[in-house]
Nanobody
């Protein structure tokens, strides 16, 4: 059974940085595309960034140039480096592993404010 555990969220001031981590267990990490999604209060869950099993990446326009997705296959872990954070980046961030189906983590809260 695939399990995803996110970590690294927290409270940060505008302009600050955070790095989120997502560890996959219960399956072979390298067959999955990994993605980060976020959901703010009263909004739908939107794609932030995706990295394929080959390492190709895609970003939402709102985060391109500020966020970087990466993966370390030796650690079964995907990362989201978030720089120059803005108040509207505040959301619960979810990790997703995809191949023939989607698997979600429990989410980690990111709050950008003073």
């Amino acid at each position: 059974q695939v399990r995803l555990v996110e970590s690294g969220g927290g409270l940060v001031q505008p302009g600050g940085s955070l790095r989120l981590s997502c560890v996959l267990s219960g399956s072979i990490f390298t067959v999955y595309s990994m993605g980060w999604f976020r959901q703010g209060p009263g909004t739908q869950r939107d794609m932030v960034a995706v990295i394929t099993s080959e390492g190709n990446t895609r970003y939402a326009d709102s985060v391109r140039g500020r966020f970087t997705i990466s993966r370390d296959n030796s650690k079964n872990t995907a990362y989201l480096q978030m720089n120059n954070l803005k108040p509207n980046d505040t959301a619960v961030y979810y990790c997703r592993a995809s191949n023939w189906s989607h698997h979600w983590g429990q989410g980690t809260q990111v709050t950008v404010g003073s």
